[in-house]
Structures are given as structure tokens and as C-alpha cells.
């Protein structure tokens, strides 16, 4: 009737998709102009990770924000983890979906965790330094924050995947008996 078992060889189409997401997500984080940050009453202040505006309507006084070292930080760690995920992305695509390569998966895992590392750290400094510097009121973390944190969240349970992964090698390929985990009579 009905059984309800892991299929371990979708991981290997799954895992390359959800390591795209994470790229889709960075993109959009990194790439946001209307901000990270917006002044949550008058609208009239916003912060992106590159710059920060200031007026009304059409009438936008702009400065960047690459002055301030911390700013320049928080640029170099997305975008050099940005890069780290599309190297573990490539390498990912080879080792699941050309051709099964166990031995690569723990490199994928660890390159992963290198980039989780560096977007955390650029996802705190961040706020702090925006709080410390620019705060002036009551603010809002826009959805482009929002996307850096789901890219560093997908990034975090795929690379623990990736590490999990090695021990069911017979599961991937498709070697091993489906365990079933519930059947019904």
C-alpha cells in the first residue's frame, strides 16, 4: 500500500539546486540598491550594503559607504564568499550529477562551511557598525538583509549534508536496500 522510505539518489540533483538557490539568494543580497536597511517611520533614510540615501521622493542625497572600513569588510566578505559558493556549486555539479565522487563531497562540505563562516561574520558586522555610525532612529532590516541570512542558512545545512553524505555512498548510488522507515498493511 503505502511506504514512506529516504531515496538517498535524489540528493544528488537536490543538493546542486539548493547550493543554486544560495547563489540566487547572495546575488540578490549583494546586489540590492534599495537597501538593507530603511527608516521605519518617514521612509526617508535608507542603507544599502554599498551606500546610504537620505530625502524624499526623487530628491536623494546618496553617499557610499565604501569609505568606512568596516563597509569594505562586510563588500569583500559577501562577495568572497559569494565566489567560495560558486566554486562549491561547480564542484558539487561534478561530483553528483556527472559523475558519483564521493571523495569530493567532504571538500564541498568544508568549502561551505568556509563561506558560512565569512557571510556570519559579514552579516553581524554589519548592524553593529550601522548602529554604532549611522543609527538615528528606528529602523527596519529589509528583505535583501533577509536574502543574505537565507543564503547563509541554505549554505549551512548543505554543507552539513555534504559532510553526511560520504557514509551512505551504497545509498547514493543505489546499490543498497530502500529502508523503509513506515509501511502500511
Known amino acids: 500500500m503505502f511506504r514512506c522510505g529516504i531515496a538517498y539518489p535524489r540528493c544528488r540533483w537536490i543538493l546542486p539546486l539548493l547550493l543554486l538557490f544560495a547563489i540566487i539568494f547572495d546575488i540578490i543580497a549583494i546586489a540590492a540598491t534599495s537597501g538593507w536597511v530603511e527608516d ?3 521612509k526617508s533614510h535608507y542603507a544599502s550594503m554599498w ?14 559607504l565604501m569609505e568606512n572600513s568596516w563597509a569594505q569588510a562586510v563588500a569583500a566578505l559577501m562577495i568572497l564568499g559569494l565566489l567560495i559558493l560558486i566554486v562549491a556549486f561547480i564542484i558539487s555539479c561534478v561530483a ?9 563531497l567532504p571538500l ?5 562551511f568556509v563561506v558560512v563562516v565569512l557571510q556570519f561574520i559579514a552579516l553581524i558586522i554589519y548592524p553593529v557598525k550601522f548602529n ?30 555534504f559532510c553526511c553524505l560520504p557514509r ?14 513506515y509501511t502500511s498493511a
Not at 564541498?108 to 561551505?112: E, K, M, Q, V
Not at 549611522?134 to 549551512?156: M, N, P, Q, S, V
Open 132 to 161: 554604532e555610525e549611522i543609527f538615528e532612529g528606528d529602523y527596519d532590516y529589509t528583505w535583501a538583509y533577509g536574502f543574505g541570512w537565507g543564503a547563509t542558512i541554505l549554505t549551512i545545512g548543505c554543507a552539513i549534508l
Open 40 to 42: 521605519e517611520d518617514a
Open 51 to 64: 551606500e546610504q540615501c537620505r530625502g524624499r521622493n526623487d530628491n536623494w542625497d546618496c553617499r557610499t
Open 96 to 104: 553528483l550529477c556527472c559523475t558519483l565522487n564521493i571523495s569530493l
Open 108 to 112: 564541498i562540505g568544508i568549502l561551505l
Open 168 to 181: 551512505y555512498e551504497d545509498e547514493l548510488t543505489g546499490l543498497a536496500k530502500t529502508k523503509y522507515i
